[in-house]
């Protein structure tokens, strides 16, 4: 491990600032991502900065009768809370979906939604990897690229996002607040955190050098069946080939995020429009565009067999 210095952040304008004019800074809370990564020479912060200690660790109802999650709230907190079991049920069960007991009791809101990508070449520090080190090229594309990427991806990187918990936040139109380095405020749509790789895959959130999630609010509950349905390899303690995070309301209509096929949670709302007409429809709206590897040209169909079983779910 290279060396590094510390410190704890006594607020979080300051963190932010701290973060901005620290060349290699980095901000840790759970650690349960960093913390591997540092270990295996992928991430190398110069600079950790501590935000524990901010108090961003509550759940609390909003004016319109939504939720405000600060950003340090636990996964097994959050997906535990009577409030986000009874009205948020995609998102409680996107949580227990992911990761261990043991990951989910450090893991924090804001620190799941900003984890890096699994590729298992983004992790060999000995393969080219575009989003660890720009230029490289993308060991994946022409490689072992089964677990990966079949839409929104580009020809400098075919990562996928491996977030269960950004599923559920996309299907639930979250907002994410955040603090910039000047002290200002201001809230994203969960739609427009994630960037697409494009020509620079590195660049992977819309956030700016230094900027400090906060918390998330989730609107007023729409009701609904909610289900979370992930696709793996083995049953526990894996990431998705292919989950559905949907909400579907009595009338067949819904919405409907998908998880393991994108370097972001996909969501096409105009595909949504189709749901009374079935999986099949719904799928071609979701994967229009798609443009799978041999090896993972499998996730187009499974895609819409997983949502088919969802829609039967919820039926029965």
């Not at 800074?25 to 190398?44: P, S, W």
């Not at 007991?101 to 450090?106: A, C, F, S, T, W």
């Not at 989003?131 to 060991?139: E, F, L, T, V």
């Not at 067949?252 to 709302?269: C, L």
């Amino acid at each position: 491990m290279r060396p590094f210095t510390y410190e704890r952040a006594a607020t979080a304008k300051d963190a932010a600032a701290r973060a901005a004019r620290t060349p290699g800074a980095k901000f840790i809370a759970g650690g349960t991502n960093l913390l591997d990564l540092m270990k295996i020479e992928v991430e190398t912060p110069a600079h950790l900065i501590d935000v524990n200690g901010l108090g961003f660790d509550r759940i609390e109802p909003t004016a319109d009768g939504g939720l405000r999650i600060g950003a340090l709230v636990r996964n097994t907190d959050l997906a535990a809370d009577m409030r986000v079991r009874r009205d948020y049920a995609l998102l409680s069960r996107a949580l227990v979906a992911g990761a261990s007991g043991q990951l989910r009791n450090k893991a924090t809101t804001a620190g799941n939604l900003l984890q890096r990508t699994r590729c298992p070449y983004f992790y060999d520090t000995n393969q080219p990897c575009n989003k660890r080190k720009p230029g490289s090229g993308c060991a994946a594309i022409g490689g072992f690229s089964r677990p990966l990427g079949v839409i929104g991806v580009s020809e400098e990187c075919i990562a996928t996002h491996p977030s269960d918990m950004a599923i559920a936040m996309r299907a639930l139109d979250a907002t994410v607040e955040t603090v910039k380095p000047d002290g200002t405020a201001r809230s994203v749509p969960i739609a427009d955190l994630h960037r697409l790789p494009g020509t620079t895959p590195q660049i992977e959130t819309a956030l700016d050098d230094g900027e400090l999630i906060t918390a998330v609010t989730l609107p007023k509950p729409i009701g609904g069946t909610h289900i979370y349905h992930k696709v793996r390899d083995r049953a526990s303690y894996a990431f998705a080939l292919v989950s559905i995070g949907a909400i579907i309301q009595k009338d067949g209509s819904g919405r409907v995020a998908v998880g393991g096929i994108a370097p972001k949670p996909w969501r096409v709302e105009a595909a949504e429009a189709a749901m009374p007409g079935g999986a099949r429809a719904v799928a071609d709206g979701l994967l229009a565009g798609a443009r799978p590897t041999q090896e993972n040209g499998f996730k187009l169909t499974l895609v819409e067999r997983t949502l088919g079983a969802v829609m039967a779910q919820a039926r029965a």
